[in-house]
């Protein structure tokens, strides 16, 4: 297969149609590079962009993508429910195929180093692309949000990983990172006790002493008068669907509640569902080369 | 993703690796057409060629092949372990993406008529090809095997599909046929009973009242002092590989065994694991358009 990295930058913009499109376009224009997704949210004022293809092209089409943000949103003007703290918030990119990690982590530094000198911006790495350990969680980062971060950037400990050490006033703070692809995952419980989610949420979840890659709530599906853990799986290479589905099942089952379903919610990367193959059919020495698909994009 | 169809022929020459490799040169040198593997076996006197692509290149590929076995391969001269009726033996051709059942059946027809026409070999179109009951077992057609062919052809019942009525005596007869892929799946048992994995093979497998697109048989692995239930799943959409693998297992717990493990041999379509992924998750609305890497390619 090719190599291939997914990018799906955030920006802070959702009801301006004609703003994220003039974003996007700067992805579409962008050779091997595919845009595969993009969605504006009005409420949190924020737009989710995914596109995906061969390294350096993603890089460049971040790059170019941040900068028609940075000259069209105004963070001095922003208002929306979703915690922000740029015009570009957050650039994740992800290993698909044939990209280490590392080389990911490579390639945040290379497109980080860029929009902190080109466009002016402060830049932190975050996730595996992380300088500090209080830089790994987006949430640290952002913490304080747009109007706390001139306050923020003068502490030392929040000094920015590229780009000038004061707040850009228009286009704020972008962090950018590498990470593994996010699974979001649902587990319907045949009951309508919300209590029952809560407390199989708190199990499951890294929080609360669950799994070290899952985070989780508890949630009411009203119209099915039943209740679901809502998850994001943040690493299914070691937090995989099948152990969190089982004992999910195993802790319903104390309750005396049946698991009714479950649901991917957006894209997956393959290698998650052979995973759950792998896992339920106890396979030996089965390799995803063995997968006919594959073969045929070598 | 791109039309696709894949295509196993089976040649009866498994020890002379040049007239082997002159059959598979015809498919390398086909454009838009991938060879993905071939494996000559010297006690079957046998050679299985896989190879994918693009709809009439795969026939215009296995056209040449068959006449490049017609010239090479005299099967007055053939010994071998696996029964057999022709040079080319069987062509198989399996649709994998984008194509439908009927259109494989249409282009196995193409493909049977030429072969039939231009080489002057009878023709046999097989599995969902074939144009009567009996012929749908690829087994039935080749009773007699090469020897017996030139007699069996004067039977009104078994007049070729296309092609000549008498046998070609050099190259013998070609069966045609669209079928599903086949998954050789082997799901091992631990114990060395062999008689329980005969039970169960002939619990599971359609000619003794199991699944009805299941082969099976007990076999021992002897290296590993275990028996394994040895399959070909021939139609992994009627008859999937975890209702077969849960029925083994319970098969089994009759018998006070357990299931140490199974394996898929060789090449597996994305979409059988997704189905096993599916099952045991208990998915709700799941679309393999979910699944990342089909997107890239769509």
């Not at 930058?9 to 845009?35: A, C, H, Y």
């Not at 949103?73 to 195929?97: C, E, F, N, Q, Y």
């Not at 497109?111 to 080109?118: A, T, Y």
């Not at 000038?164 to 649902?186: F, H, Q």
């Given at each position: 297969m ?10 802070s913009e ?5 703003i994220?499109?003039?974003?996007v ?6 050779e091997?590079?595919?845009l ?21 092209q993603?890089?460049e ?10 000259e069209?949103?105004?963070m001095?003007?922003?208002t929306?429910g ?7 918030d ?8 044939d ?9 945040s530094?290379?497109?980080?180093k860029?929009?902190?000198?080109e ?21 640290e ?29 228009k ?5 950018v ?6 699974i979001?995952?649902n587990?319907n ?6 209590s ?6 708190k ?13 989780a ?5 009203k ?13 299914y ?6 152990r969190v ?16 379903g479950?649901e ?8 998650a ?10 396979l ?5 080369d ?9």
């Amino acid at each position: 297969m090719a190599r291939l990295i997914e990018c799906v930058p955030n920006f802070s913009e959702g009801r301006n149609k004609d703003i994220i499109e003039q974003i996007v376009d700067e992805i579409r224009k962008t050779e091997n590079v595919k845009l595969l997704d993009y969605s504006m949210d009005a409420d949190h004022n924020r737009s989710v962009v995914t596109f995906i293809g061969e390294p350096d092209q993603v890089i460049e089409a971040a790059f170019k993508a941040t900068k028609v943000a940075s000259e069209l949103i105004d963070m001095t003007k922003h208002t929306g429910g979703h915690p922000r703290m740029g015009a570009t918030d957050v650039i994740p990119l992800i290993p698909i195929s044939d990209v280490t990690m590392e080389e990911c982590v490579e390639y945040s530094k290379i497109l980080g180093k860029r929009i902190g000198e080109e466009l002016n911006i402060p830049v932190f790495l975050y996730e595996k692309s992380a300088t500090s350990r209080n830089r790994e969680d987006l949430a640290e980062i952002r913490k304080g949000q747009y109007e706390g971060m001139a306050e923020k950037l003068k502490d030392e400990e929040w000094k920015p990983d590229f780009g000038p050490a004061e707040l850009n006033i228009k286009s704020g703070v972008t962090a950018v990172g590498a990470r593994p692809p996010l699974i979001a995952y649902n587990v319907n419980l045949g009951t309508s006790d919300l209590s029952i989610a809560k407390k199989i949420a708190k199990a499951v979840r890294a929080k609360t002493g669950g799994f070290t890659y899952c985070k989780a709530i508890g949630l009411e599906i009203k119209e099915r008068n039943i209740v679901q853990v809502s998850m994001n799986l943040v690493d299914y290479t070691k937090t995989p669907i099948f152990r969190v589905f089982d004992t999910i099942e195993r802790e319903a089952r104390r309750y005396g509640v049946n698991v009714i379903g479950s649901e991917i919610i957006g894209l997956v990367p393959m290698q998650a569902l052979v995973d759950v193959a792998d896992y339920y059919l106890r396979l030996e020495n089965f390799s995803s080369d063995q997968i006919l698909e594959r073969k045929i994009f070598e």
